[in-house]
């Protein structure tokens, strides 16, 4: 494995075309760099087919020969899947102090090519690489000061803005209209200004209304009225229960039980008898059908 022990931004290696050693067959471009971040290292190397375009594969830091105008592996099975769930590529990560000060966003890193540990980062107050250098100021910032990481921050000590180096001044700062985030006077009170059409015109003057008051202001006004020290002062040993003495209880007398309705009796109309179901069946008188005569024709 001949690689260069020169540190390497991640900068240098987008875009870098990755080629075979035993065929010189190309396998695509370099598109990004996957770092485990509780280790701070770098793992992988992105490769699709184009910079933008094309099926997204993987390049384990261990299996590449040489790094220098292109990336050379050893054969076409360097190029494999990974799974990058536990990874990170640490771009438009927001960098925050202990006491909360904003010091920018991660746009890129540093890191030794033979054994993947990152040494510092890069980050100017937009996170987004493909903003030229010169347009922004960017720093760097030693991963001595990371006191712990997360998904998408990560924090430093406090006052880690003063051990920044500064690598490029941006253009604004160079006309003196810009200035890094943590010296920005975010907490200045402007007064706001209020619409046109919401102003009142002169000689008008806006109503005046009365304070508002908190719940427990009126908790306090309502327990001292003169009503209500009046009821506290009242307590039951004060109760006068002579009066229950002499009062006779008057026993409950039980409940008497309804006498039962009377029954007043009807008289109902006679119906016809019935004749009796098991009285045999009188045979039935039929009309003798008279016999028609016949006649010859």
């Given at each position: 494995m001949t690689i260069s022990a020169q540190l390497l931004q991640r900068a240098d290696l987008i875009g870098t075309q990755v080629i075979t050693r035993d065929t010189g067959r190309k396998l695509g471009v370099i598109n990004q760099v996957w770092v485990d971040?509780?280790?701070?290292?770098?793992?992988?190397?992105?490769?699709?087919?184009?910079?933008?375009?094309?099926?997204?594969?993987?390049v384990?830091?261990?299996s590449?020969?040489?790094?220098?105008?292109?990336?050379?592996?050893?054969?076409?099975?360097?190029?494999?899947s990974m799974n990058t769930y536990n990874y990170s590529t640490l771009i438009d990560n927001e960098i925050v102090t202990e006491t909360g000060e904003i010091?920018?966003?991660?746009?890129?890193?540093?890191?030794?090519?033979?054994?993947?540990?990152?040494?510092?980062?890069?980050?100017?107050?937009?996170g987004l690489p493909w903003i030229p250098a010169q347009l922004i100021s960017t720093y760097e910032l030693p991963v001595e000061e990371i006191v712990s990481t997360g998904p998408d921050r990560i924090i430093v000590f406090e006052g880690a803005e003063t051990r920044l180096q500064q690598l490029t001044v941006g253009l604004l700062e160079r006309v003196?209209?810009?200035a890094p985030p943590?010296?920005?006077?975010?907490?200045?009170?402007?007064?706001?200004?209020?619409?046109?059409?919401?102003?009142l015109p002169s000689?008008?003057?806006?109503?005046v209304y009365p304070p508002q008051r908190s719940r427990a202001e009126y908790q306090d006004d309502w327990e001292n009225t003169p009503r209500r020290r009046r009821r506290q002062s009242e307590t039951y040993d004060d109760y006068d229960t002579s009066y229950d003495e002499e009062y006779e209880y008057e026993p409950v007398r039980p409940r008497q039980a309804k006498p039962?309705?009377?029954?007043?009796?009807?008289?109902?109309?006679?119906?016809?008898?019935?004749?009796?179901?098991w009285e045999e069946p009188q045979p039935m008188k039929l009309e003798q059908r008279q016999q028609e005569e016949e006649y010859d024709y």
């Open positions: 971040i509780d280790q701070r290292q770098v793992v992988a190397l992105g490769v699709r087919n184009t910079l933008f375009t094309g099926e997204q594969r993987f384990h830091l261990d590449i020969s040489q790094i220098g105008d292109v990336i050379l592996v050893e054969n076409d099975d360097a190029v494999e010091l920018g966003k991660v746009r890129g890193f540093k890191f030794d090519p033979q054994t993947g540990e990152i040494t510092d980062l890069i980050l100017a107050s937009l003196g209209l810009g943590w010296e920005t006077d975010e907490d200045e009170y402007y007064q706001p200004v209020t619409p046109s059409s919401n102003q000689g008008a003057r806006s109503p039962p309705a009377k029954v007043i009796p009807v008289d109902l109309p006679e119906s016809e008898p019935q004749s009796d179901p």
